[in-house]
């Protein structure tokens, strides 16, 4: 079956067709170049696909950065498993219950990621779902005068994964944390996107705290608008592919009483360029 690319009607991501990612032809790594480039993000359906499978998949895209914890239910440390399985009343997994606020994957470190591919292995009935901005259209949709204010301005971010409460966070100093362009560029193909999350920005350089606060409110809320918004629900066997460069992502609450197992692996990448 030849390999085609199917736009999805959605303001990012295209569904690969066609694709065994049990044998990753240069060819095929092309068009999943091209597409993500293309569409930021990267759909490839029912996939029974194994750990080193997904390994290879993802080494197409560049180097693969290492999980912060090696899970029982791989025992690879180039896979991180997301998931609410417990063992002795223990997760062993990451990022285990409920919903996630949008964010950009390890913007808080020199060099966040390039990209990641998740792959579903369980799923709940309802819920868990994975949302995904497209944070180049979002800053397209920007005001001219917006669009020049941003220009050079550089914004720091920290680990405050679950803390959205900002007045409850630890100072950034005392997190892992960086600063990076507000507004970064796809080498590729000079693309510009928004480089915040309400999650993790703390504030923008060089501004009074009110109008540093007053801006990152804007462009979230820009980000987070449902028309630049495609969310997934999941099916087993699917894989997502997204550009961590120019896009953002959240999920949906889930229950609890239902086991959810998502297996990933995470491109890294250079330090951002300046837009």
């Given amino acids: ?38 569409h930021h993000l990267v759909v490839i359906r029912d996939q029974p696909t194994s750990d080193a499978d997904l390994v290879e998949l993802g080494k197409a895209f560049g180097p693969i950065v290492k999980a912060r914890m090696v899970s029982p239910l791989t025992g690879r440390d180039d896979i991180m498993v997301i998931s609410n399985i417990r063992e002795d009343g223990k997760p062993v997994g990451q ?104 999650l993790m920005t703390d504030r923008i350089e060089g501004l009074p705290d009110d109008e540093s606060k007053a801006i990152i409110e804007e462009l979230c809320d820009r980000i987070e608008d449902r028309g ?3 969310s997934h629900e999941w099916r087993v066997g699917d894989i997502l592919i997204w550009d961590n460069r120019c896009t953002s992502h959240a999920r949906t609450d889930f229950p609890t009483t239902e086991r959810r197992l998502m297996k990933r692996v995470t491109i890294g990448d250079t330090q951002p360029p300046l837009a």
């Fill in 1 to 38: 079956m030849a390999l085609s690319v199917k736009p999805l009607d959605a303001p990012l991501g295209a569904e690969i067709v066609g694709l065994d990612v049990t044998n990753i032809t240069e060819e095929a790594s092309r068009t999943l170049h091209q597409a993500l480039l293309d």
């Fill in 95 to 198: 990022l285990p219950d409920g919903e996630m606020a949008f964010h950009i994957d390890q913007i808080y470190k020199p060099n966040p990621c390039k990209a990641a591919a998740l792959h579903a292995v369980e799923i709940p009935q309802a819920g868990g779902d994975t949302m995904f901005s497209n944070n180049v259209r979002a800053f397209e949709q920007l005001p001219d005068a917006m669009k020049q204010k941003l220009q050079g301005l550089m914004a720091t971010h920290s680990f405050q994964y679950g803390e959205t409460s900002r007045d409850a966070r630890v100072a950034a100093q005392e997190r892992p944390h960086y600063t990076h362009p507000l507004v970064r560029r796809i080498p590729e193909n000079g693309k510009r996107a928004l480089a915040v999350c309400r």
């Fill in 228 to 230: 630049n918004i495609y």
